[in-house]
């Protein structure tokens, strides 16, 4: 081993520390946010919660799942990043796979056009208008369509399979006799386990913290996304659902929706926090295969 000079040695105190502050910067909220979930809410609006949890109790918890309109958003959700992840991911993927082809006629014009569009686009009032045309206002599919093709994504899915699936394979694939679609589902995809990971990790993520498309596009109460009734309950302070048929003062009213509200975050955060670990070495390959190649 090299024997570090001073500098190096500075250099590393100095990265580590950065880091550790980068660490409690990050986890405190997680942990503050955990532990006012389970704590007396009343402490909570007197500020004496500052990391652990004080006289413990779900309340919180028990309120969110008694609420009709947080299960129902919850569902929506699922059903929203599932079907709009597996659109995602054959868009993306067909897409991809044909900008990779170097037999493509004017692929490279279309890869321009397709970058146009990250910089620039039609705005809201005319995407709303194609929504509404369409007949998609207050669907699923206002959820789900208008994002259906992330162009960064394609890039990065374009890039892997330009750098990381050889020529010979799909050559040879050719040779025997198989179709585009035959070497895409039989050879490609198979090699492909680590990208498809990555798009389903940013698709699925996309979809499920997405509020801004339900704000515009949904008016039916019943078919709001889990992060649209948060939105409501963190901003606005709709409670209607709860304990509205008991006589509360402003004070325990204020109370309840504080344990509530903290209690709902961490719900809506369980399923990525879940899904993230299995997925964490894909995604930082993901990165890296979109930083470094073009």
């Known amino acids: 081993m090299e024997k570090q000079t001073i500098g190096d040695r500075a250099f590393g105190i100095v ?3 950065l880091l550790c502050l980068i660490l409690v910067i990050v986890i405190y909220p997680l942990i503050f946010v955990l532990s006012a979930s389970i704590s007396n809410p009343e402490l909570l609006l007197k500020g004496e919660i500052r990391l652990l949890p004080k006289e413990i109790t779900f309340e919180g918890y028990a309120k969110v799942f008694k609420n009709n309109d947080v299960m129902r958003g919850y569902l929506n959700t699922f059903v929203y990043t599932g079907v709009g992840t597996v659109i995602n991911l054959m868009m993306t993927t067909a897409g991809a796979y044909a ?19 990250m910089f620039f686009s039609g705005g809201m009032i005319p995407t709303y208008l194609v929504i509404k045309d369409l007949h998609m206002l207050n669907t699923i599919w206002a959820m789900v369509i208008p994002g259906a093709i992330s162009v960064y994504n394609l890039i990065i899915m374009r890039t892997f399979f330009q750098t990381s699936i050889p020529n010979e394979i799909e050559e040879a694939a050719h040779i025997d ?4 679609l035959q070497t ?12 498809i990971a990555v798009m389903v990790l940013f698709y699925a993520v996309s979809h499920w913290n997405s509020f801004f498309d339900g704000l515009i596009y949904l008016t039916d109460r019943k078919k709001f996304p889990l992060q649209l009734i948060l939105r409501e309950i963190l901003i606005q302070e709709d409670v209607a ?3 509205a048929t008991m006589a509360e003062s402003v004070v325990q009213q204020a109370m309840s929706v ?9 719900v809506a ?3 990525v926090l879940i899904m993230y670990p299995f997925v964490q070495k894909y995604f930082v390959k993901g990165v890296m295969i ?3 190649k073009g």
Request: proline share 5%.
């Open 15 to 17: 990265n580590f520390l």
């Open 99 to 117: 900008l990779s082809r170097k037999n493509l006629y004017g692929r490279n014009v279309i890869t321009a056009l397709l970058i146009f569009t």
């Open 177 to 180: 006799g198989c179709s585009n």
């Open 184 to 195: 895409l589902f039989r050879i490609v995809l198979p090699l492909s386990t680590p990208i």
């Open 241 to 243: 659902d709860m304990d």
């Open 258 to 266: 504080e344990g509530m509200k903290y209690a709902l975050v961490v």
């Open 269 to 271: 955060n369980i399923p």
């Open 290 to 292: 979109g930083s470094l």
